[in-house]
């Protein structure tokens, strides 16, 4: 009797020997963005001299903005307008595999653009923002431009 427990356990010892020595059989690729070393924080200044900051992550294959953050100044006859704008917690897919163009749909109008000059790591492009008075009516767009480098 003892004979045959002796045998049942040596067969189990060697299927888990066996199993834990066996080579996975998931050949599959894990997806990398093309520029990977775009992922990080990015920051640098816009044409008026305000702090801008872009939070890039990969995202499978794809490069996202998951955070941005800038200041714009605006002013026309009877207007003067400054206006900060951050946002995070978003997902939005690069349009190429090195640069974005968004806009967030509504008025007052957001959009952002930027392209990664990868060999020199420097990221360029513009802002455009709608401002509205206070009673909500149109008071213009101002646009301005930026270059940031990652921190």
Do not use: H
């Not at 702090?51 to 794809?62: K, L, N, P, T």
């Amino acid at each position: 009797m003892k004979i045959k427990y002796f045998a049942i356990i040596i067969l189990a010892v060697i299927g888990l020997i066996a199993v834990s020595c066996s080579k996975s059989e998931d050949a599959t690729p894990v997806p990398v963005p093309k520029y990977p070393q775009l992922a990080g924080t990015w920051s640098g200044k816009t044409s008026q001299d305000s702090i801008v900051r872009f939070v890039v992550a990969a995202q499978g294959s794809s490069l996202v903005l998951t955070a941005y953050k800038y200041a714009m100044n605006y002013t026309t006859t009877g207007y003067s307008s400054t206006q900060s704008i951050e946002i995070s917690g978003q997902n939005l897919v690069f349009n190429t595999a090195n640069s974005f163009a968004f806009s967030n749909g509504i008025y007052p109008l957001d959009s952002l653009k930027g392209n990664f000059d990868v060999p020199s790591m420097i990221l360029s492009g513009t802002i455009t923002k709608e401002f509205k008075k206070i009673d909500g009516t149109p008071a213009g767009t101002g646009s301005v431009t930026y270059t940031a480098t990652k921190e």
